[in-house]
């Protein structure tokens, strides 16, 4: 979603003033600093009224008092900050395109605003660390929801005074890959990928939602009975430590903490509950205190459950392997013959008809438990995306047993309702194969190499490979030259363990999370070099890191689970490790992301960040910047940025001369007053002389303008004769500021300021 723009909010500015239309700003006075002077103070000189106060130069309404630093505009005063165009918005409105427009729903980030909208910082409040705060941690800036603008055609930039749209305009953060250790939960060993979801209410609103501090949810095992008799914990950070919120030991049918949880709201009350597997192939859920909610009728395998809404009523189910259950009561609700023992079942609406089904690696199903396509090739390990771009769905399906790769489409016209794509891609590339010559964990989807187009990711036990997703589909190139890259990693243990994806450094290019039995590791997307990688010891099942802005600081964190329970040791220092990790960049640049992971197949669009579940879930393929499985993302906005140009011209009203250099954001985000700028006679880089400096006086949303008039007390007569230009530069670099420009390139203008009245 593009952000949105506020118009200018200004009438135009004095008959002879170049920068006149429907689009100039009205002209302020600034506090001067430097060898001018300002006509800030001076009541018989208003360069917007060309020497009269109490008329409009637009309208010639005429007010019946001075309007001082506001406006006349339509027979009244209008307050500076109120004018839009040629009206005056009503109090709390703001300027938005050419429009008044009451500002929107408060919002931390784009997510939280309707399609057409985008959040404004600068109508918020800024966050703060939170400390002492009803539920400890931090407090993320806030803004207010305002329509988006229209955007500009690739490559084309507004000039002049009538902007109609506005270019992309982004900084990107610097690349940063430092990671440290920020919470360490010791207690125990796990060995099974945690969730990330809001349980409760941290804030005091007396709501539990994405505002609130997330709970990391996890099981843990004793001895090394990673099988039997599970624990299942909730932590969370409070000002800047762990806290453990509850945990839960049942012994009527213990908890299995080496298979998967799911979490969402489920019953229809608001907060979220947690769904783990038990011991005899059935299901539990928790209510967000840890109390239980029910205990599932259905005992058909519990692996890796996935809560959705497959009838759209708003009532969500919950989906194994075998069987479906009511999300609110735990009673079965369909069964099927999908995949048995340890393999791994996926929710997505594959053959388009508007519905979810159960996608098995090898069959999918409606929730009826009709099948509608199956292989016939088995397998393991399901993921969903749209590799060809076509609006269609793919499955790219792990078979463990012979450590391939399979991708698949559905087709109700072939008999079994599927097409093979692909099949027999070795996964371990050149590196060999493990005993028993098994291996494949569940795939990860994203754009690895950036260009555009889904690859398929996956930890095979002698290595983590990624395929190229553009050759997977294109038949002409062969099995063994779809592998992108693969590097060494050691898991022939499990041989099946998954990872993660995110882009930290918001450059477009998916970064890998992937964790062995010996190490975490950071790799390149592009190529696999290892960025980080620290010790991280784990006899390995199905578990993966995951990436979620757990302690609600703005930045991303990996949280990663351990154990020690086993011989596996670092081969750096002959370490173990065991329990929760939480990772974060040293220097903070890491970017913003969401504050839930929910289930093992987390692909965004089946959960909303509070941990409602949507009543349709939209194709994650459909949505522009996902077409992903297991991989988080940036808010929509996330690094936009301001843009400011400014243009010269001058006031030739007869009472003071005047070079007004009227300052304009054509950037997607608001800059704030304050910004410098400084008045030259002829250019600065060839020595042009400095007439002053003034500063914007209020904060200059996207699209919006100021005009500063400078009187300058030298060079006058040369700048009215046209002898020399003048020049009129915007922030210069001091004072030095948090924000960044698109364009920093831009940020200059001169003209020949003449002017034909004598004075």
């Given at each position: 979603m593009p952000l949105g723009l506020l118009a200018a909010c200004s009438d135009a500015p004095a008959e002879d003033t170049a920068d006149s239309a429907t689009m100039g700003v009205e002209t302020l006075s600034g506090t001067e600093t430097g060898t001018g002077s300002s006509s800030t103070g001076d009541p018989t000189f208003d360069s917007s009224t060309s020497g009269t106060p109490d008329t409009d130069a637009t309208t010639g309404s005429a007010c019946a008092e001075d309007c001082g630093d506001g406006t006349c505009v339509d027979g009244a005063c209008c307050a500076a900050e109120a004018v839009c165009d040629d009206i005056c918005c009503a109090g709390g409105d703001v300027c938005s395109f050419q429009e008044c427009v009451s500002p929107g729903a408060e919002c931390v980030d784009a997510s939280e605003c309707a399609d057409n909208e985008y959040c404004e910082y600068s109508l918020g409040e800024p966050g703060d660390k939170g400390v002492g705060k009803c539920g400890g941690g931090v407090s993320l800036a806030t803004g207010r929801c305002l329509p988006e603008p229209p955007e500009c055609p690739k490559g084309v930039v507004p000039e002049g005074e009538e902007i109609d749209c506005l270019p992309e305009c982004e900084v990107i953060?610097?690349?940063?890959?430092?990671?440290?250790?920020?919470?360490?939960?010791?207690?125990?060993?796990?060995?099974?990928?945690?969730?990330?979801?809001?349980?409760?209410?941290?804030?005091?609103?007396?709501?539990?939602?994405?505002?609130?501090?997330?709970?990391?949810?996890?099981?843990?095992?004793?001895?090394?009975?990673?099988?039997?008799?599970?624990?299942?914990?909730?932590?969370?950070?409070?000002?800047?430590?762990?806290?453990?919120?509850?945990?839960?030991?049942?012994?009527?049918?213990?908890?299995?903490?080496?298979?998967?949880?799911?979490?969402?709201?489920?019953?229809?009350?608001?907060?979220?509950?947690?769904?783990?597997?038990?011991?005899?192939?059935?299901a539990r859920a928790y209510r967000a205190d840890g109390t239980e909610l029910w205990t599932s009728d259905y005992v058909g395998g519990c692996f890796m459950p996935s809560i959705a809404d497959f009838n759209q009523d708003g009532a969500p189910e919950v989906a194994f392997q075998n069987g479906i259950v009511a999300g609110a009561t735990g009673i079965t609700q369909?069964?099927?013959?999908?995949?048995?023992?340890?393999?791994?079942?996926?929710?997505?609406?594959?053959?388009?008809?508007?519905?979810?089904?159960?996608?098995?690696?090898?069959?999918?199903?409606?929730?009826?438990?009709?099948?509608?396509?199956?292989?016939?090739?088995?397998?393991?390990?399901?993921?969903?995306?749209?590799?060809?771009?076509?609006?269609?769905?793919?499955?790219?399906?792990?078979?463990?047993?012979?450590?391939?790769?399979?991708?698949?489409?559905?087709?109700?016209?072939?008999?079994?309702?599927?097409?093979?794509?692909?099949?027999?891609?070795?996964?371990?590339?050149?590196?060999?194969?493990?005993?028993?010559d098994t291996g494949g964990g569940p795939p990860t989807i994203a754009d690895f190499n950036g260009d555009g187009v889904p690859d398929v990711g996956v930890a095979a036990g002698v290595g983590y490979a990624v395929f190229d997703g553009d050759a997977l589909l294109t038949p002409a190139i062969a099995n063994e030259t779809t592998l992108l890259w693969i590097t060494p990693a050691v898991d022939c243990s499990s041989r099946q363990t998954g990872s993660s994806v995110f882009d930290f450094d918001g450059n477009g290019q998916a970064e890998v999370v992937y964790a062995d039995q010996e190490y975490l590791r950071i790799y390149d997307g592009p190529t696999g070099a290892v960025l980080f990688e620290t010790c991280n010891t784990t006899g390995?099942?199905?578990?993966?890191?995951?990436?979620?802005?757990?302690?609600?600081?703005?930045?991303?964190?990996?949280?990663?689970?351990?154990?020690?329970?086993?011989?596996?040791?670092?081969?750096?220092?002959?370490?173990q490790q065991r329990g929760v990790r939480v990772f974060g960049d040293e220097e903070g640049k890491w970017v913003r992301t969401r504050r839930i992971w929910n289930q093992h197949a987390y692909h965004v669009t089946n959960v909303e960040e509070d941990g409602t579940i949507p009543a349709a879930e939209v194709a994650n393929w459909t949505v522009p910047r996902l077409n992903n499985f297991r991989q988080n993302v940036q808010p929509e906005g996330e690094f936009s940025a301001p843009d400011l140009i400014v243009s010269v011209s001058q006031d030739c009203s007869p009472m003071a001369y005047g070079v007004v250099a009227t300052v304009r954001n054509i950037g997607r985000s608001a800059v704030p007053a304050g910004v410098p700028v400084t008045f030259y006679a002829g250019d600065p880089a060839a020595g042009g002389a400095l007439l002053g400096m003034m500063t914007t006086t209020k904060e200059l949303y996207p699209a919006e303008g100021?005009?500063?008039?400078?009187?300058?007390?030298?060079?006058?007569?040369?700048?009215?004769?046209?002898?020399?230009?003048?020049?009129a530069v915007v922030d210069e670099g001091n004072p030095v500021h948090t924000w960044r420009e698109c364009r920093p390139d831009n940020n200059d203008a001169s003209a020949f300021v003449a002017c034909n009245i004598s004075g």
């Amino acid at each position: 979603m593009p952000l949105g723009l506020l118009a200018a909010c200004s009438d135009a500015p004095a008959e002879d003033t170049a920068d006149s239309a429907t689009m100039g700003v009205e002209t302020l006075s600034g506090t001067e600093t430097g060898t001018g002077s300002s006509s800030t103070g001076d009541p018989t000189f208003d360069s917007s009224t060309s020497g009269t106060p109490d008329t409009d130069a637009t309208t010639g309404s005429a007010c019946a008092e001075d309007c001082g630093d506001g406006t006349c505009v339509d027979g009244a005063c209008c307050a500076a900050e109120a004018v839009c165009d040629d009206i005056c918005c009503a109090g709390g409105d703001v300027c938005s395109f050419q429009e008044c427009v009451s500002p929107g729903a408060e919002c931390v980030d784009a997510s939280e605003c309707a399609d057409n909208e985008y959040c404004e910082y600068s109508l918020g409040e800024p966050g703060d660390k939170g400390v002492g705060k009803c539920g400890g941690g931090v407090s993320l800036a806030t803004g207010r929801c305002l329509p988006e603008p229209p955007e500009c055609p690739k490559g084309v930039v507004p000039e002049g005074e009538e902007i109609d749209c506005l270019p992309e305009c982004e900084v990107i953060p610097e690349p940063s890959f430092a990671p440290e250790l920020k919470y360490h939960w010791d207690l125990g060993n796990s060995m099974m990928a945690p969730i990330i979801i809001q349980l409760d209410d941290d804030n005091c609103d007396d709501e539990v939602d994405e505002r609130d501090i997330p709970e990391i949810v996890f099981a843990t095992f004793e001895g090394s009975a990673y099988n039997d008799n599970g624990t299942l914990h909730a932590i969370s950070i409070v000002d800047g430590a762990i806290v453990d919120k509850w945990s839960a030991n049942p012994q009527d049918v213990q908890i299995n903490p080496g298979r998967s949880i799911a979490s969402g709201n489920i019953d229809g009350i608001p907060g979220n509950e947690i769904v783990v597997c038990l011991t005899n192939g059935g299901a539990r859920a928790y209510r967000a205190d840890g109390t239980e909610l029910w205990t599932s009728d259905y005992v058909g395998g519990c692996f890796m459950p996935s809560i959705a809404d497959f009838n759209q009523d708003g009532a969500p189910e919950v989906a194994f392997q075998n069987g479906i259950v009511a999300g609110a009561t735990g009673i079965t609700q369909a069964t099927y013959a999908g995949a048995s023992g340890s393999s791994s079942i996926v929710v997505s609406d594959i053959d388009g008809d508007g519905m979810l089904e159960v996608v098995g690696p090898a069959a999918a199903f409606e929730a009826d438990g009709t099948q509608i396509a199956a292989t016939g090739l088995g397998g393991s390990h399901p993921a969903v995306a749209d590799f060809d771009g076509d609006g269609s769905a793919e499955v790219a399906t792990i078979v463990t047993a012979n450590h391939t790769l399979v991708v698949w489409r559905p087709d109700p016209v072939n008999p079994a309702g599927a097409d093979i794509i692909r099949q027999d891609i070795n996964i371990n590339g050149d590196l060999g194969a493990c005993n028993g010559d098994t291996g494949g964990g569940p795939p990860t989807i994203a754009d690895f190499n950036g260009d555009g187009v889904p690859d398929v990711g996956v930890a095979a036990g002698v290595g983590y490979a990624v395929f190229d997703g553009d050759a997977l589909l294109t038949p002409a190139i062969a099995n063994e030259t779809t592998l992108l890259w693969i590097t060494p990693a050691v898991d022939c243990s499990s041989r099946q363990t998954g990872s993660s994806v995110f882009d930290f450094d918001g450059n477009g290019q998916a970064e890998v999370v992937y964790a062995d039995q010996e190490y975490l590791r950071i790799y390149d997307g592009p190529t696999g070099a290892v960025l980080f990688e620290t010790c991280n010891t784990t006899g390995t099942l199905w578990e993966y890191p995951l990436v979620a802005d757990v302690d609600n600081d703005g930045h991303a964190d990996i949280v990663a689970i351990s154990n020690d329970y086993s011989s596996i040791t670092c081969p750096d220092d002959g370490s173990q490790q065991r329990g929760v990790r939480v990772f974060g960049d040293e220097e903070g640049k890491w970017v913003r992301t969401r504050r839930i992971w929910n289930q093992h197949a987390y692909h965004v669009t089946n959960v909303e960040e509070d941990g409602t579940i949507p009543a349709a879930e939209v194709a994650n393929w459909t949505v522009p910047r996902l077409n992903n499985f297991r991989q988080n993302v940036q808010p929509e906005g996330e690094f936009s940025a301001p843009d400011l140009i400014v243009s010269v011209s001058q006031d030739c009203s007869p009472m003071a001369y005047g070079v007004v250099a009227t300052v304009r954001n054509i950037g997607r985000s608001a800059v704030p007053a304050g910004v410098p700028v400084t008045f030259y006679a002829g250019d600065p880089a060839a020595g042009g002389a400095l007439l002053g400096m003034m500063t914007t006086t209020k904060e200059l949303y996207p699209a919006e303008g100021e005009d500063l008039t400078l009187v300058p007390d030298s060079n006058v007569q040369e700048l009215r004769d046209g002898v020399v230009e003048a020049w009129a530069v915007v922030d210069e670099g001091n004072p030095v500021h948090t924000w960044r420009e698109c364009r920093p390139d831009n940020n200059d203008a001169s003209a020949f300021v003449a002017c034909n009245i004598s004075g």
